[in-house]
């Protein structure tokens, strides 16, 4: 831990990062993270958000403004030891676009179609922290909480249908 940021500094960055990228521009997360910074949960994620630094880490917002609108993130706790700082808190959202997964190869794994429906789930997000910005990021989330929340399970023959023709729109999209 750099001797010139506190423990303060460091939870308000970590909190700061968090917010950023759901709701920030590239330009705010330069301020925040790191040309180096990488992203531990992107194998799932858009093949640009796979690369380092706050285009990258802007690239995981977009991937989430895509699928869900009303997205808010609420901290309940967070803990400073080190460079590593644990944030704990919930979620939230309303699922208003197509929700891609992608394979660590970068092809388009299924897309989930948009229910409207709203969700709230913890999360925990680890950050490590170096020289006042993030450096490194992983997390824990509740995705199976999120996905019965959203009626993604059990899922209707219905919505078997919508996400396979949004899975095809985007293997095509994923194409051009």
Same mark, same amino acid.
């Given at each position: ?21 759901? $709701? !920030?521009?590239? &330009?705010?997360? %330069? @301020?925040?993270?790191?040309?180096? /910074?990488?992203?531990? #949960? ?9 690369? $380092? !630094?706050?285009? &990258?880490?802007? %690239? @995981?917002?977009?991937?989430?403004? /895509?699928?869900?609108? #009303? ?10 030891? !080190? ?94």
């Amino acid at each position: 831990m750099s001797t010139t940021v506190s423990r303060i500094d460091m939870a308000d960055l970590a909190e700061r990062a968090i917010h950023a990228v759901l $709701a !920030g521009t590239v &330009a705010d997360l %330069a @301020t925040l993270v790191h040309t180096g /910074a990488v992203n531990r #949960e992107a194998s799932a994620e858009p093949p640009a958000t796979r690369g $380092a !630094g706050p285009t &990258a880490f802007h %690239a @995981t917002g977009e991937w989430l403004r /895509a699928a869900f609108s #009303e997205l808010a993130w609420t901290t309940e706790r967070e803990v400073v030891e !080190g460079e590593l700082v644990v944030t704990y808190g919930t979620l939230s959202g309303r699922h208003t676009g197509d929700f891609v997964v992608w394979t660590p190869d970068g092809s388009v794994e299924r897309a989930f179609a948009p229910t409207g429906r709203t969700f709230t789930i913890r999360q925990v997000h680890f950050q490590r922290i170096a020289d006042g910005l993030v450096l490194e990021h992983w997390a824990v989330r509740d995705d199976q909480g999120m996905a019965v929340q959203l009626g993604w399970i059990p899922p209707t023959p219905g919505f078997l249908l919508r996400c396979h023709r949004a899975t095809k729109r985007a293997r095509r999209a994923a194409r051009v």
